[in-house]
């Protein structure tokens, strides 16, 4: 049988009455030539549609899961089955997304970034009185924001955030009941509220205001409406932004774990569950328990490799100063084609081998700090600060330190208390073994004593570029919060900011404006 274009063509031709009435017939075929070709021009729009079906979840689900190629398999039986749905072209986005996110290869980058417009005019031509019209073109933008941002171009990802958060905010009018609006507005208002210093021109240039609490109960809202709804595939995804904004911002240990707790949902189904669950626990005096969950993890060749989590791991293994933690860091290092954490991961090679007495490869290691890696994140800052400064850790003091993070305090104080005066006559580690007792003793919630050490190091150390100062600030804020305080947390959360030009400034900067965010001190 002849295609329907060819039949098309070939109609003039097959016409043997006389002339008139050929003529006649001819105007008329061209009439419903024309309307024929006008028809299926705009079927494409018209009937162009966004239907979130079982097969679309279940790709999404997939995707969700890393396992990518099985994710586009199912996507592409969507496409030949119903060709008109425009769902399959939305989540493909979310493959280019994870990848790069996870990735960070510029490559890749580079190949995929012009896959947003052709999403974008899809999503453009579909069914415009669809609440997914605005919403799946919001979404794209604000994907590709963060992957931007993550590959330097920041003024791009800039104006694709204010396009984000237009499409949300309108839509969020227009369709008040379509609830998934709250996952991209609530991550937005949620970040608005602890923007550093530095960064508050990106968010002036987006105009998106809003605050911690805002964007806490717009995620708690959505989470609770998904759950008893048709968009429930959207739960683990929605659990994943909230319990990262709970711990992060909120400070909120307690409703962070809490959430991560829920027996329902499979950890092996949602790699970044884990990492959160892992990250939590990590921070929380369960070191253990986060060990566990990375060491015990899936290693499924079907899933895109996250070799982040491979770092993690390194990173609770050494908090608890096990052995094999370095085989963690070299795994990375060996397969992990991006720049973040790399010198970090050489960083902490280089404690390994200080901790073992052998200086010859620590110096090796930490000269990698200057060669490899760059220092976006301000853990690659400092390992790159310790490598060029030349300043060799104290060995006691680095232990105390892992051991503090980890949780593990009875082995970090053993470690301060073998000290002996003259083990730490540098600056430096005299403000550490002060600030790290303040650790201690906060973690432990002896706050009276955890407040003097805090206040000592602030003292001493407020004029010198180190972390201890400003994070002591930042302790004491918190621990007044904590006890109801307001008035002495808005004041020391603001001394916090005042101090400049110290390491970790970034990550400090955001956990006292997130501070002064929670308590309206801004």
């Given at each position: 049988?002849?295609?329907?274009?060819?039949?098309?063509?070939?109609?003039?031709?097959?016409?043997?009455?006389?002339?008139?009435?050929?003529?006649?017939?001819?105007?008329?075929?061209?009439?419903?030539?024309?309307?024929?070709?006008?028809?299926?021009?705009?079927?494409?729009?018209?009937?162009?549609?966004?239907?979130?079906?079982?097969?679309?979840?279940?790709?999404?689900?997939?995707?969700?899961?890393?396992?990518?190629?099985?994710?586009?398999?199912?996507?592409?039986?969507?496409?030949?089955?119903?060709?008109?749905?425009?769902?399959?072209?939305?989540?493909?986005?979310?493959?280019?997304?994870?990848?790069?996110?996870?990735?960070?290869?510029?490559?890749?980058?580079?190949?995929?970034?012009?896959?947003?417009?052709?999403?974008?005019?899809?999503?453009?031509?579909?069914?415009?009185?669809?609440?997914?019209?605005?919403?799946?073109?919001?979404?794209?933008?604000?994907?590709?924001?963060?992957?931007?941002?993550?590959?330097?171009?920041?003024?791009?990802?800039?104006?694709?955030?204010?396009?984000?958060?237009?499409?949300?905010?309108?839509?969020?009018?227009?369709?008040?009941?379509?609830?998934?609006?709250?996952?991209?507005?609530?991550?937005?208002?949620?970040?608005?509220?602890?923007?550093?210093?530095?960064?508050k021109w990106v968010a002036k240039l987006v105009g998106v205001k809003g605050t911690i609490n805002q964007g806490v109960n717009e995620l708690k809202d959505l989470l609770t409406f998904v759950n008893n709804s048709e968009y429930k595939y959207l739960h683990d995804e929605v659990l994943f932004i909230l319990a990262l904004v709970e711990w992060n911002l909120q400070k909120d240990e307690e409703e962070a774990q809490k959430l991560l707790q829920n027996p329902d949902f499979n950890l092996s189904a949602n790699p970044f569950l884990l990492l959160a669950k892992a990250t939590i626990a990590m921070k929380t005096n369960h070191n253990d328990d986060a060990i566990q969950l990375?060491?015990?993890?899936?290693?499924?060749?079907?899933?895109?490799?996250?070799?982040?989590?491979?770092?993690?791991?390194?990173?609770?293994?050494?908090?608890?100063?096990?052995?094999?933690?370095?085989?963690?860091?070299?795994?990375?290092?060996?397969?992990?084609?991006?720049?973040?954490?790399?010198?970090?991961?050489?960083?902490?090679?280089?404690?390994?081998?200080?901790?073992?007495?052998?200086?010859?490869?620590?110096?090796?290691?930490?000269?990698?700090?200057?060669?490899?890696?760059?220092?976006?994140?301000?853990?690659?800052?400092?390992?790159?600060?310790?490598?060029?400064?030349?300043?060799?850790?104290?060995?006691?003091?680095?232990?105390?330190?892992?051991?503090?993070?980890?949780?593990?305090?009875?082995?970090?104080?053993?470690?301060?208390?073998?000290?002996?005066?003259?083990?730490?006559?540098?600056?430096?580690?005299?403000?550490?073994?002060?600030?790290?007792?303040?650790?201690?003793?906060?973690?432990?919630?002896?706050?009276?004593?955890?407040?003097?050490?805090?206040?000592?190091?602030?003292?001493?150390?407020?004029?010198?570029?180190?972390?201890?100062?400003?994070?002591?600030?930042?302790?004491?804020?918190?621990?007044?919060?904590?006890?109801?305080?307001?008035?002495?947390?808005?004041?020391?959360?603001?001394?916090?900011?005042?101090?400049?030009?110290?390491?970790?400034?970034?990550?400090?900067?955001?956990?006292?404006?997130?501070?002064?965010?929670?308590?309206?001190?801004?």
């Open positions: 049988m002849k295609g329907f274009h060819a039949l098309l063509l070939e109609i003039p031709f097959l016409l043997t009455a006389n002339t008139t009435v050929k003529v006649s017939l001819q105007i008329e075929q061209k009439k419903t030539i024309g309307i024929f070709l006008l028809f299926i021009i705009l079927s494409t729009k018209l009937f162009a549609s966004f239907e979130v079906n079982e097969n679309c979840i279940t790709a999404y689900n997939k995707i969700i899961a890393l396992r990518f190629e099985e994710g586009k398999t199912l996507l592409n039986n969507e496409k030949v089955i119903n060709p008109k749905n425009d769902i399959p072209y939305f989540l493909e986005n979310y493959i280019d997304f994870l990848t790069l996110f996870i990735s960070e290869n510029k490559k890749d980058f580079d190949k995929l970034k012009d896959n947003m417009d052709k999403r974008l005019d899809r999503m453009e031509r579909g069914e415009s009185n669809s609440p997914f019209y605005l919403y799946t073109q919001a979404e794209i933008y604000l994907q590709w924001a963060i992957v931007k941002i993550k590959f330097k171009e920041y003024v791009s990802a800039a104006f694709d955030l204010k396009k984000a958060l237009e499409l949300l905010t309108y839509n969020n009018e227009k369709y008040p009941l379509f609830k998934a609006n709250n996952k991209g507005l609530g991550f937005l208002h949620a970040i608005a509220g602890a923007v550093p210093e530095n960064y990375l060491v015990n993890r899936p290693h499924e060749k079907e899933c895109y490799p996250f070799y982040y989590l491979d770092f993690m791991t390194g990173v609770a293994k050494l908090n608890r100063l096990d052995a094999d933690a370095g085989i963690y860091f070299t795994n990375y290092l060996t397969n992990f084609k991006g720049q973040n954490y790399i010198k970090t991961a050489w960083q902490k090679l280089a404690w390994i081998a200080l901790m073992n007495k052998d200086t010859i490869n620590y110096k090796e290691d930490i000269k990698q700090c200057i060669v490899f890696g760059d220092d976006n994140v301000d853990e690659d800052k400092d390992a790159l600060k310790e490598a060029t400064n030349g300043e060799i850790p104290n060995i006691a003091l680095l232990k105390a330190r892992l051991l503090c993070d980890g949780g593990y305090y009875e082995r970090s104080i053993a470690e301060i208390a073998g000290m002996k005066p003259g083990d730490f006559t540098r600056l430096k580690d005299q403000l550490e073994v002060t600030y790290r007792m303040g650790r201690i003793f906060h973690r432990t919630n002896d706050f009276d004593k955890a407040l003097d050490y805090y206040e000592q190091t602030l003292k001493n150390g407020v004029h010198f570029t180190y972390y201890f100062a400003a994070n002591s600030a930042l302790q004491i804020a918190s621990i007044y919060e904590k006890q109801g305080n307001k008035d002495k947390a808005i004041h020391y959360y603001q001394t916090c900011l005042a101090m400049r030009n110290h390491d970790y400034q970034n990550s400090i900067d955001q956990k006292a404006e997130a501070g002064l965010d929670r308590l309206g001190g801004k």
